[in-house]
């Protein structure tokens, strides 16, 4: 039976996830139109610039998600880390390097500065896609079983009750995935790569067109850009949860979620004004719900298994106890109202927009 705490942790875990997203795909959607708005060395800098105050604001939002995971979900944490360890190594090389493309962009020369531009570009396009496989690995899931951590022994899946106590004779057993990484790539995952990497990079444009202040060209290419991708990133983004929900899905709520998914995406065809006060927030919040969806779609299990549903990994077989959540629920009640004052206070005070007019003056 999962518990109050439980519940309120497996939300709090998705609410995390969904923040990362919103806020980490400003600054990926800016990484993935680099090339696309700036044409030369000195456009891209200035585009650089419009995240480079925030980045690493951003990013603690995926420091308190793993976190969650870490404190609230050990075994969660546990199976799903050891068994996408190759993305999750991939995902923390980008964004270490992604690190240096930004801060020492506008340190090195230009020759140098170019290479950074582009391997900004790269590290964008890898953490999108490992992203994309840790999302659809949520709902198709892995190959895990339950295994006898000393002798290797397969648990019968029979003695396995997913909403119950743990049965004394699995002690010491636990959930390990049991498959190779390639076990991570399917045809759902790579749909779902395509569609986040085309609709980040339409958040980057709506980003660019709030960030740039000066008509200039790559002004003009930042709306031209919008309104290309606007007709198909979020039809993509919604194609892909209709097939999860369809295929994958646990939960029917994941079709509530999907239809307020359809409104966020329909108001990207309603709000086409060339730019709008509010234009960031619609162009984000499809993001934050089709996070949410993946959550509400596959709970209660946190990772599926492809071998036998009896092996399914489930928010009461992975929750730490009782009282270890009610301690964390209280610092999460500090620190995650913290943070987010901090995020905004980042983007109020440091969101000033960036003058290509200095373009007509060349850089030193």
């Known amino acids: 039976m999962i518990t109050t705490l439980q519940f309120i942790w497996y939300f709090l875990a998705c609410a995390l996830m969904a923040t990362t997203l919103a806020l980490v795909g400003l600054d990926l959607g800016t990484g993935l139109t680099l090339p696309l708005i700036g044409k030369g060395a000195d456009e891209r800098a ?56 930004i801060e020492w962009r506008e340190q090195v020369s230009a020759k140098v500065g170019a290479a950074l531009d582009w391997a900004h570009i790269a590290c964008t396009v890898v953490i999108t896609f490992c992203f994309a496989i ?58 779902g790569a395509l569609a986040l990497l085309i609709y980040l990079a339409y958040v980057g444009a709506v980003w660019a067109l709030q960030r740039i202040n000066f008509e200039c060209e790559p002004q003009e290419r930042a709306y031209t850009l919008r309104t290309n991708l606007s007709p198909v ?29 359809v409104v966020a995406v329909a108001a990207q065809f309603v709000f086409r004004g060339r730019i709008l006060a509010l234009h960031v927030a619609l162009a984000t919040s499809p ?52 943070a987010g004052v901090l995020t905004w206070w980042s983007h109020r005070t440091l969101g000033s927009r960036v003058d290509f007019a200095a373009l007509a003056t060349p850089f030193d």
Do not use: C, M
């Open 46 to 101: 200035l585009l650089g610039r419009t995240i480079a105050p925030h980045w690493g604001g951003h990013e603690v939002w995926l420091i308190a998600f793993v976190s969650s995971l870490f404190a609230a979900f050990p075994e969660w944490y546990a199976s799903l880390l050891s068994g996408l360890q190759t993305y999750f190594l991939l995902l923390i090389f980008a964004l270490v390097v992604r690190v240096v493309t």
């Open 233 to 261: 990133a979020g039809i993509l983004l919604l194609a892909w949860a209709f097939w999860g929900q369809i295929a994958y899905g646990r939960n029917k709520a994941g079709w509530a979620v999907i239809a307020l998914l």
């Open 287 to 338: 993001l934050v719900l089709a996070t949410v969806w993946v959550y509400v779609a596959a709970y209660p299990v946190l990772l599926p298994s492809t071998v036998n549903e009896a092996y399914n990994l489930t928010v009461n077989q992975a929750a730490s106890s009782g009282p270890a959540l009610a301690v964390l629920v209280g610092a999460a009640a500090v620190g995650i109202p913290l």
């Open 134 to 191: 840790i999302f659809a690995t949520q709902l198709r899931g892995l190959p895990v079983e339950v295994i006898n951590t000393r002798g290797g022994a397969i648990a019968d899946p029979s003695l396995i009750d997913p909403n119950g106590p743990v049965n004394p004779d699995l002690a010491a057993y636990a959930h390990s995935v049991t498959g190779s990484p390639l076990s991570a790539l399917n045809p759902f995952a790579l749909v």
